[in-house]
């Protein structure tokens, strides 16, 4: 069964204090992992597509990473801002739906 | 930029009430999706249109939920007879249907519901 583990489910960062949130998955063939970030009471805001193991993508203080079972989302100095619940998804080979993990709430404290 | 349009924002109902919500997407998208997200879960899908057919509702509870696409653009998803259980945020995404590599999907704002 295709699957999706967040973690930690919440974090509180001192504004400039990096860190990163941990996403492991499980499924039958990854077509594409996805992080969006969704701010309470909106809907999910795309970030990041990643498509293969090794692969990298940047915007602004975060930084996303693949390996074959888990990604990470790596947040450098962060800013009151950037508090948000981060929701990571993957989609698998054999569907175009996402499958998402609980997501991690961040807390960045000025 | 274009986005994904949704209405209402927020619905209140009784239960056994009909509840319907309505969702434009992102202009040339041929693929549209519902979502639903309870607090503190990540979204799960109800229903997928490929163009105005469904491709997968396999999670959709058809006793009570029915979605409809009928000219391939907009989408409604109704609930009738509205439960309790059913209180919880509805989310439309769209993506363009490129097909082979994951394909992003787009968010609208979402409804969020609550039974009373």
């Known amino acids: 069964e295709d699957q999706v583990t967040q973690s930690p489910e919440a974090l509180r960062l001192q504004e400039g204090e990096s860190s990163s949130l941990n996403c492991s998955y499980t499924v039958s063939g990854l077509r594409g992992l996805f992080w969006y970030r969704q701010d309470p009471g909106k809907g999910p805001e795309f970030l990041f597509t990643?498509?293969?193991a090794g692969e990298e993508k940047e915007k602004e203080r975060l930084k996303a990473t693949l390996t074959k079972k888990e990604s990470f989302l790596h947040i450098t100095a962060p800013k009151p801002e950037d508090s948000a619940t981060y929701l990571c998804?993957?989609?698998?080979?054999?569907?175009?739906?996402?499958?998402f993990g609980s997501g991690t709430r961040l807390l960045v404290r000025p | 930029e274009a986005e994904v349009a949704q209405s209402p924002r927020y619905k209140i109902t009784e239960k056994s009430q009909a509840v319907a919500f309505w969702c434009d997407p992102i202009?040339?998208?041929?693929?549209l999706y519902w979502y639903r997200q309870i607090l503190g879960q990540g979204p799960e899908l109800l229903v997928q249109?490929?163009?105005?057919?469904?491709?997968?509702d396999s999670q959709l509870p058809k006793d009570r939920f029915s979605a409809e696409r009928l000219k391939g653009v907009d989408s409604t998803l109704k609930i009738q007879p509205a439960e309790l259980g059913d209180s919880a945020m509805y989310l439309c995404?769209?993506?363009?249907?490129?097909?082979?590599?994951?394909?992003?999907?787009?968010f609208g704002p979402g409804t969020r519901l609550l039974v009373l």
């Open positions: 249109f490929q163009d105005e057919s469904v491709v997968d």
């Open positions: 998804a993957v989609q698998a080979e054999s569907s175009y739906k996402l499958i």
């Open positions: 202009s040339g998208h041929a693929t």
């Open positions: 990643l498509y293969s």
């Open positions: 995404a769209s993506s363009q249907n490129r097909r082979g590599k994951g394909e992003t999907q787009y």
